[in-house]
């Protein structure tokens, strides 16, 4: 009986050592980003994932994997790719309304969805001061009902975060 379950659990890709979206081969191509931001600017990662598994996951949340101190994620979430919020997104990733975001967190994948343009998660990261911020990938944690899983994707980033320039009063001060 314990073998035909574990043999249904492999089947679908639900060992607990092996969450779904987990796969024999290193995920995605390890591609890493560089960012030159001035400190406390948001900064758009633009993170590819994929469920190549026979089952749909429900996403709840996206870190970054070994990554200096001092970023944190502001946001994650999936555009929502429609003509009024295409048109209203001229500076895609930046400025895009919250009417055009979906959350990340409770997304649900559907199993074997693997199309790279529906699978763009927008991760937001603030460096909080001046200094060279790396990470070797990002951690997804998901579910599929009472099972939690972890995937890492080895997508990474350095982002170069310089001191904020100084604001600069107009006029003459006097009142």
């Given at each position: 009986?314990?073998?035909?379950?574990?043999?249904?659990?492999?089947?679908?890709?639900?060992?607990?050592?092996?969450?779904?979206?987990?796969?024999?081969?290193?995920?995605?191509?390890?591609?890493?980003?560089?960012?030159?931001v001035?400190?406390?600017?948001?900064?758009?990662?633009?993170?590819?994932?994929?469920?190549?598994?026979?089952?749909?996951?429900?996403?709840?949340?996206?870190?970054?994997?070994?990554?200096?101190?001092g970023?944190?994620?502001?946001?994650?979430?999936?555009?929502?790719?429609?003509?009024?919020?295409?048109?209203?997104?001229?500076?895609?990733?930046y400025?895009?309304?919250?009417?055009?975001r979906?959350?990340?967190?409770?997304?649900?994948?559907?199993?074997?969805?693997?199309?790279?343009?529906?699978?763009?998660?927008?991760?937001?990261?603030?460096?909080?001061?001046?200094?060279?911020?790396?990470?070797?990938?990002?951690?997804?944690?998901?579910?599929?009902?009472?099972m939690?899983?972890?995937?890492?994707?080895?997508?990474?980033?350095?982002?170069?975060?310089?001191?904020?320039?100084?604001?600069?009063?107009?006029?003459?001060?006097?009142?």
């Open positions: 009986m314990l073998a035909v379950a574990g043999l249904v659990l492999n089947w679908f890709g639900m060992l607990p050592w092996r969450g779904p979206m987990s796969t024999p081969i290193e995920q995605m191509g390890g591609i890493t980003e560089t960012f030159d001035a400190a406390g600017r948001d900064v758009a990662y633009a993170l590819y994932i994929s469920n190549p598994s026979r089952v749909g996951v429900v996403l709840d949340s996206v870190e970054p994997v070994d990554a200096s101190p970023v944190d994620v502001e946001d994650a979430w999936f555009f929502v790719s429609s003509p009024r919020c295409r048109r209203l997104s001229a500076d895609f990733p400025g895009v309304s919250r009417a055009c979906a959350p990340l967190q409770g997304h649900v994948l559907a199993a074997r969805e693997t199309d790279p343009n529906q699978l763009r998660v927008i991760v937001m990261l603030r460096p909080m001061t001046a200094n060279v911020y790396r990470s070797s990938g990002f951690d997804v944690h998901y579910h599929v009902g009472p939690h899983y972890t995937t890492t994707f080895s997508d990474a980033y350095v982002i170069h975060a310089s001191a904020p320039q100084p604001q600069h009063r107009h006029g003459n001060g006097s009142s």
